[in-house]
């Protein structure tokens, strides 16, 4: 499994956005890149996946670099809900596993 | 969009007892399912893979014996702590993917066992 290195934490000012950074820098051709949240005590939550192009749904952006060693989860505007530790997960195949790190813990502020 | 439902939310048992905890795809199939547990302040850790009809692919360091896995159905999913201590006590999670669709993993909101 590719490895990844998040921060551990981050600040963000409610409305503003919240571009939070993963290195994987060791990711394999055939991996996706997975962004998953967790707000405390509950279940991760999906946000976004891509496989080289940058992508974006009703919740996120994507960006993935062009080598693919790194991406950037763009939270266009920051709620305090938004609240969560964010996970970094190259993962690839018909059947994966998902492999958690120790991910980012975004704090947004009012 | 596809929902995971586990039950029960949270366990309180006896040193000894064994707690069965259930994962089911609520509005679709699912072949295969993940069994994950989390100490406090620590990430999520994979402890096995459940598959439908066939024996459960477990982690290293995860005992077979001791985390009973059976996926009888396409829905559902159970996970049996056999003769728990309170070393066990942990933040359970299950998740499931549907095929059909082109997204991520779908979690359950977990489950709380303490073993007193």
């Known amino acids: 499994d590719a490895k990844t290195t998040q921060p551990p934490s981050m600040d963000c000012a409610e409305g503003r956005a919240a571009n939070l950074p993963c290195n994987h820098s060791?990711?394999?051709?055939?991996?996706?890149v997975y962004w998953y949240r967790q707000i405390h005590s509950q279940g991760p939550q999906y946000i976004i996946h891509g496989l080289k192009n940058n992508e974006t749904n009703e919740m996120a952006s994507l960006i993935i670099t062009e080598d693919r060693k790194s991406s950037t989860l763009i939270l266009p505007h920051a709620t305090l809900r938004d609240t969560a530790v964010y996970y970094c997960i190259p993962s690839g195949g018909s059947n994966y596993k998902l492999t958690f790190g120790k991910g980012t813990l975004l704090t947004v502020n009012p | 969009g596809a929902v995971v439902s586990q039950h029960p939310s949270w366990v309180i048992c006896k040193s000894g007892t064994s707690v069965k905890i259930e994962c089911r795809s609520l509005d679709f199939q699912a072949t295969t399912m993940f069994w994950y547990r989390q100490f406090p302040k620590q990430s999520l850790m994979l402890m096995a893979t459940?598959?439908?009809?066939?024996?459960?692919?477990?982690e290293q360091g995860v005992e077979k014996d001791k985390f009973l896995i059976n996926h009888a159905s396409l829905t559902l999913s159970t996970l049996t702590v056999t003769s728990a201590h309170p070393e066990d006590s942990s933040f359970y999670i299950c998740s499931a993917k549907e095929n059909s669709v082109n997204y991520g993993y779908t979690f359950g909101s977990g489950t709380r066992l303490t073993v007193v």
């Open positions: 459940s598959n439908e009809g066939s024996k459960a692919t477990y």
């Open positions: 060791t990711i394999s051709g055939n991996e996706y």
